[in-house]
């Protein structure tokens, strides 16, 4: 399981350099928590555990395995 602690930019920030995204589906409760355990929708188990007070936004990249960026997507609500 890896552990994510920092989000490393945005879509936008590595347009060209991935090939792939896999996203994390978070509603909006779920990305203004600093800590959480998910999978992405490809499967990869991943921890968060971010500085108190970070929120996470739709298109951030929370690692990149390989040419593939693991994702925020916001939920539908």
Do not use: K, W, Y
Not at 16 to 42: I, K, N, Y
Not at 48 to 76: C, F, H, K
């Amino acid at each position: 399981m890896s552990v994510i602690t920092g989000v490393l930019g945005t879509v936008a920030d590595f347009e060209g350099c991935v090939r792939e995204q896999d996203p994390l589906l978070l509603s909006s409760e779920e990305r203004a928590s600093p800590h959480m355990h998910g999978h992405t929708q490809g499967g990869r188990d991943l921890r968060i555990s971010m500085p108190r007070g970070t929120e996470l936004n739709d298109g951030d990249i929370l690692a990149l395995d390989g040419d593939v960026a693991i994702v925020v997507q916001a939920a539908p609500e």
